[in-house]
């Protein structure tokens, strides 16, 4: 599997070459959010705010009241938690094209819980007018600006740094409200997000290879969410339904998707992975993706309780599938 290392570095100063109404805004975390490049390369687009992150919101909200377009970096805690008020009025009221990019996005960190988003669906979706997306590998980082160019609006994005795994052939870009339908089968159904859409790939994979027929879809758009395609796939699945996510199980993909089935009277077995309305702590991705039952393992085991079966599929062999960048068929969700 290739490795892309700062796919957001290079994208930045891309896609800002020609549009010089892309300011970047970085509060005192420019490196550690890859806006060091864009910084080097138009100096006088980039603004260093300091630890101050309500009052970059509140600057972001006036340059985006000027015609420019606000590119907001900073780790998703300090965007959600620390400056809720300013995204809220200055930005979601006024329904401003101010882009918001959090990074470290739940358990991708381990700086503990002051860094670590395991709450921010919950309370960016909630905000009026704001459009959510989250970044599942390289080629999405890679495409997310460009998905989101046309948006008139606010927009937060659950974004990823560093080294950052090619799930998707880099010719099939994220593009706004679409899912990414992986396979094909009507056991199950498995909705993943995120980080864990690497580990749902490894689950269904080492289930199929156990005969188990399995639709898999991958959700960048979180908000706004249209339910058709999701809906269909349920109606088919004869054993129920599994959604995964690096998030609370309050208010996140799973919230999403059980609002969707209820208010369509489809009547399914539904089982949400994510962290149990508790903390994380400061430790290595693995280990608490295993801790909080968001890895393969956990899909895996979750499907046997589902089907009532053991298949002996050991964290050794998913750990060793091969996962090549999947060529799926995108799903139009009618936005």
């Known amino acids: 599997m290739e490795i892309v290392k700062r796919p957001h570095a290079?994208?930045?100063?891309?896609?800002?070459?020609?549009?010089?109404?892309?300011?970047?805004?970085?509060?005192?975390?420019?490196?550690?959010?890859?806006?060091?490049?864009?910084?080097?390369?138009?100096?006088?687009?980039?603004?260093?705010m300091g630890m101050a992150e309500q009052n970059m919101i509140g600057f972001a909200s006036g340059l985006a009241r000027e015609?420019?377009?606000?590119?907001?970096?900073?780790?998703?805690?300090?965007?959600?938690r620390r400056a809720f008020d300013q995204v809220a009025m200055s930005i979601g009221y006024s329904n401003l094209p101010v882009r918001l990019l959090g990074f470290l996005p739940?358990?991708?960190?381990?700086?503990?819980?002051?860094?670590?988003?395991?709450?921010?669906?919950?309370?960016m979706r909630a905000v009026p007018n704001m459009t959510l997306l989250e970044c599942g590998d390289?080629?999405?980082?890679?495409?997310?600006?460009d998905a989101v160019e046309p948006v008139d609006g606010p927009v937060y994005v659950r974004m990823l740094r560093g080294e950052v795994p090619r799930l998707f052939d880099?010719?099939?870009?994220?593009?706004?409200?679409r899912v990414r339908r992986l396979s094909e089968g009507d056991a199950l159904l498995v909705i993943s997000s995120g980080i864990c859409t690497e580990e749902a790939m490894r689950g269904v994979q080492a289930l199929r290879s156990r005969g188990v027929p399995i639709t898999h879809l991958h959700v960048s758009t979180?908000?706004?969410?249209?339910?058709?395609?999701?809906?269909?796939?349920?109606?088919?699945?004869?054993?129920?339904?599994?959604?995964?996510?690096?998030?609370?199980?309050?208010?996140?993909?799973g919230s999403i998707v059980a609002e969707s089935l209820a208010?369509?009277?489809?009547?399914?077995?539904?089982?949400?992975?994510?962290?149990?309305?508790?903390?994380?702590?400061?430790?290595?991705?693995?280990?608490?993706?295993?801790?909080?039952?968001?890895?393969?393992?956990?899909?895996?085991?979750?499907?046997?309780?589902?089907?009532a079966v053991s298949f002996g599929i050991?964290?050794?062999?998913l750990a060793s599938l091969p996962i090549e960048p999947a060529r799926g068929k995108s799903t139009a969700e009618d936005l």
């Not at 896609?15 to 806006?35: G, Q, Y």
């Not at 080097?40 to 980039?46: K, S």
């Open 10 to 48: 290079r994208n930045l100063v891309r896609f800002a070459k020609d549009r010089s109404e892309v300011l970047v805004l970085s509060a005192d975390l420019t490196s550690s959010c890859e806006a060091d490049d864009f910084r080097e390369a138009y100096p006088d687009r980039f603004f260093s």
């Open 67 to 80: 015609g420019f377009r606000p590119y907001v970096h900073t780790f998703a805690v300090f965007i959600y």
């Open 106 to 123: 739940g358990v991708t960190t381990p700086g503990g819980v002051t860094h670590q988003a395991i709450e921010d669906v919950a309370l």
């Open 138 to 145: 390289a080629t999405e980082v890679e495409s997310v600006l």
């Open 170 to 177: 880099a010719g099939e870009p994220m593009r706004l409200g």
């Open 222 to 253: 979180l908000k706004p969410f249209d339910p058709l395609p999701v809906l269909a796939a349920a109606e088919k699945a004869r054993h129920g339904v599994v959604t995964i996510e690096n998030h609370s199980v309050v208010g996140g993909l």
């Open 263 to 307: 208010e369509a009277g489809i009547g399914k077995k539904l089982v949400r992975l994510g962290l149990k309305d508790r903390y994380a702590h400061g430790a290595s991705r693995p280990h608490l993706m295993a801790e909080h039952r968001i890895d393969a393992s956990a899909l895996v085991e979750t499907a046997e309780k589902l089907l």
């Open 314 to 317: 050991g964290r050794d062999e």
